[in-house]
């Protein structure tokens, strides 16, 4: 499943969690969504495209949904392209809106499913379906290496702007698909002035 929505940018009472708190993983896993904020009345909705189908439903049809929490078996997920989750409100607001894949392959890359804020520290893993690492892990920001050796995580200790961009891993000739990572600056974070996109916006560009 390729990824083409990125994390929304949004000013909102609520916050869409995942765990695990990865952006990709395989289609015989299970995730929970869960969202949190100033209100009891959030559902999470998931918005898939496949080709020229596209769905946007509650969590609840793809899998087990309580109040503001959501169970879902990602094997069904795997036949679409692309697919983004968020909160919404019985008002109307809406969430941060996050990137979930999943993928039938032998290693995942394992990566925070929301921007990192700039100055924080960062780990980004190499997951195998099945069995245990026993030689090398690379791993790939933009297509070029920048990490070889035994360690199963990219450590970056104090994250910049410069580190935003496309990862992924290889281990043994497999690759895992590639993940945008995200960098949240300080101006963004606190009171500086952006642009805010919003959900309608994002339909209306699909």
Same mark, same amino acid.
């Given at each position: 499943?390729?990824?083409?929505?990125?994390?929304?940018?949004?000013?909102?009472?609520?916050s869409l969690?995942?765990?695990?708190n990865?952006?990709?993983?395989?289609?015989?896993?299970s995730?929970?969504?869960?969202? =949190?904020? *100033?209100?009891?009345?959030w559902?999470?909705m998931?918005?898939?495209q496949?080709?020229y189908?596209?769905?946007?439903?509650?969590?609840?049809?793809?899998?087990?949904?309580?109040e503001?929490?959501?169970n879902?078996?990602?094997?069904w997920?795997?036949?679409?392209?692309?697919?983004?989750?968020?909160?919404?409100?019985?008002?109307?607001?809406?969430s941060?809106g /996050? *990137? /979930?894949?999943?993928?039938?392959?032998?290693?995942?890359?394992v990566?925070?499913?929301h921007?990192?804020?700039?100055?924080?520290?960062?780990?980004?893993?190499?997951k195998?379906?099945?069995?245990?690492? *026993?030689?090398?892990?690379?791993?790939?920001k933009?297509?070029?290496?920048?990490?070889n050796?035994d360690?199963?995580?990219?450590?970056?200790?104090?994250?910049?702007?410069?580190?935003?961009?496309f990862?992924?891993?290889?281990?043994?000739?497999?690759? =895992?698909?590639?993940?945008?990572?995200?960098?949240?600056?300080?101006?963004?974070?606190?009171?500086?002035?952006?642009?805010r996109?919003?959900?309608?916006s994002l339909f209306?560009k699909?």
């Open positions: 499943m390729t990824v083409l929505f990125f994390p929304l940018d949004l000013n909102s009472a609520a969690t995942v765990s695990p990865s952006v990709q993983h395989f289609i015989h896993d995730v929970t969504l869960n969202c =949190s904020g *100033n209100s009891s009345q559902r999470v998931i918005f898939t496949h080709t189908r596209r769905k946007l439903r509650k969590c609840g049809y793809w899998g087990t949904e309580t503001s929490t959501c879902i078996d990602l094997y997920f795997h036949r679409y392209q692309d697919a983004v989750s968020w909160c919404e409100s019985e008002s109307g607001q809406f941060n /996050i *990137n /979930i894949t999943a993928h039938d392959t032998g290693v995942i890359l990566s925070p499913v921007p990192v804020n700039e100055g924080d520290s960062v780990a980004l893993g190499c195998l379906r099945t069995g245990n690492f *026993n030689s090398t892990v690379a791993f790939y933009n297509g070029k290496l920048i990490q050796g360690g199963q995580k990219l450590n970056i200790s104090a994250v910049s702007k410069s580190d935003e961009g990862y992924k891993c290889e281990y043994s000739g497999h690759e =895992s698909p590639q993940s945008w990572m995200s960098v949240k600056g300080k101006c963004e974070r606190y009171s500086c002035r952006q642009k996109n919003t959900l309608l209306q699909i």
